[in-house]
């Protein structure tokens, strides 16, 4: 079994041994590539079979349906491959090898992996090393967030919205702001320390609105500044949209499907709706963060979609752009979430 450093991933900085196993050489090849993020954050992407391997590698490649994150002094090792899960053992020897404390498995593949129950898919206990602590800090750029590594596929991070956390705090000083799904609440939390003025989250689960109250916390945030609210975000913004509210961003990004109260919510079916009563909302000048995971739909998709329904709500537009998701996430072709962002004119 793989050596634990007394520094938590140190031998990421530091030169690979000649001698060191094969994926141990290439797991540091990869983390070397991400290394200029090292200094901003714990909370990365080590290794995305997409992105750092070629196209047609072998189908017997141990890592070619691996995906890795970093999340503290914690790894996390995303399986979308039989042959990766098969290899998990050795691939989690590797990160220990690399500095990780423990590693945790999400078993994403299907095929003959779905006969799995859900602790098989995500269990408790770490795959090698040391048990994390329930709650595991991680640094974003000065943000605290607190992250759940044996608390099933979700770890309560979303790494590819990095950039899109990091835009709404530099751009969001003295705004309303509105965080729809705001599941652990780490765009609210980027929100408050960006200045903004008011902040709502809403999600429907009590458990994420503890989990966002724990995130406020974290970064000693005043809660008088936030509005944490169990709600159904496609009801609140029907309510919204007939009290006229107003608000200068609104993130939208919600699940790919959830159910609440027996009632089914699809992406592919709702988001449209709800992008119509979102652009409603803003106030003149305001800006929507438009964000979708569905494979299906492409971000020229997302991207039409979010203009056909501006031109219908007729509010004039003054820019809308698809952005791109950190370099650590992107990998070849078109990723399964997607981004737009729209700003109205004044």
């Known amino acids: 079994m793989g050596r634990v450093s007394e520094v938590a991933f140190e031998p990421l900085v530091e030169p690979v041994a000649n001698d060191a196993p094969t994926l141990v050489k290439r797991l540091h090849a990869a983390a070397q590539r991400r290394r200029s993020l090292f200094a901003s954050t714990d909370a990365v992407r080590l290794f995305d079979a997409n992105l750092d391997l070629q196209v047609g590698s072998g189908e017997h490649e141990p890592l070619g349906g691996a995906v890795i994150e970093r999340l503290g002094d914690y790894a996390v090792l995303n399986t979308y491959a039989a042959r990766t899960f098969e290899a998990r053992v050795a691939i989690a020897d590797a990160l220990l090898t690399l500095g ?26 770490p795959l090698s090393g040391s048990a994390a602590p329930d709650d595991v800090t991680v640094k974003e750029s000065g943000m605290r967030l607190g992250v759940r590594l044996a608390d099933g596929l979700s770890t309560g991070l979303f790494l590819d919205q990095r950039d899109n956390r990091q835009r709404v705090r530099d751009e969001c000083r003295g705004a309303r702001v509105a965080n729809l799904f705001c599941y652990t609440g780490s765009f609210s939390v980027a929100a408050g320390l960006g200045g903004a003025e008011r902040v709502t989250s809403v999600d429907v689960s009590p458990a994420v609105l503890q989990r966002v109250d724990d995130n406020l916390r974290l970064n000693e945030l005043p809660r008088s500044q936030h509005r944490l609210l169990k709600d159904d975000a496609r009801r609140w913004l029907q309510r919204a949209v007939r009290r006229a509210d107003q608000f200068d961003w609104i993130v939208l990004d919600p699940p790919s499907f959830a159910s609440v109260k027996g009632q089914a919510f699809s992406v592919y079916q709702d988001y449209g709706r709800m992008v119509d009563s979102c652009v409603r909302l803003l106030a003149p000048g305001g800006r929507l963060l438009a964000v979708l995971n569905h494979r299906k739909t492409s971000a020229r998709d997302l991207l039409e979609l979010v203009r056909d329904v501006s031109a219908a709500a007729r509010r004039s537009v003054r820019e809308l752009c698809a952005l791109a998701a950190p370099v650590d996430c992107i990998g070849e072709g078109e990723a399964a979430t997607k981004s737009v962002l729209l700003t109205l004119a004044d």
């Open 100 to 125: 990780a404390r423990g590693v945790y498995l999400k078993v994403r593949a299907r095929a003959d992996l779905r006969r799995l129950n859900r602790d098989e898919l995500a269990p408790k206990l």
